[in-house]
């Protein structure tokens, strides 16, 4: 199962950016998904998740400011960030689970089984 991300880079505060994570079809299809950070010296965070179903979740701080979403032609997650702030700043990991592991997830989802590179993310 390979997950790539791209997208992250530097950003001033108040600032967007959009982080991509691309997957094979089956794995769009068949797997829920989602986005957790990690910064230096933290745990790692849930950041988003989007369940088998098609609903979505975020964690409480960031709703409202990062958005979730897919794109089927292009077998890609994403994560919108508006409004970012100087505590964003983090390496961001998109992560998949099979349907049956997802089941299991439990909130804050990070139990996925399969993990990308992770992309880093700094604010200014």
């Known amino acids: 199962v390979q997950l790539v991300e791209s997208g992250g880079g530097s950003v001033q505060a108040g600032g967007s950016l959009m982080l991509s994570c691309a997957v094979s079809r089956y794995i769009y299809s068949s797997y829920c998904m989602g986005w957790s950070r990690q910064a230096p010296g933290r745990e790692r965070e849930e950041v988003a998740a989007w369940r088998i179903d098609g609903s979505t979740s975020a964690a409480n701080s960031l709703r409202g400011r990062f958005t979730i979403s897919k794109d089927s032609d292009k077998n890609t997650l994403y994560l919108e960030m508006n409004s970012v702030e100087p505590e964003d700043a983090a390496t961001y990991y998109c992560?998949?689970?099979?349907?049956?592991?997802?089941?299991?997830?439990?909130?804050?989802?990070?139990?996925?089984?399969?993990w990308g590179q992770g992309t880093q993310v700094t604010v200014s």
């Open positions: 992560a998949a689970d099979t349907d049956v592991r997802c089941a299991l997830h439990k909130r804050p989802v990070l139990q996925y089984s399969f």
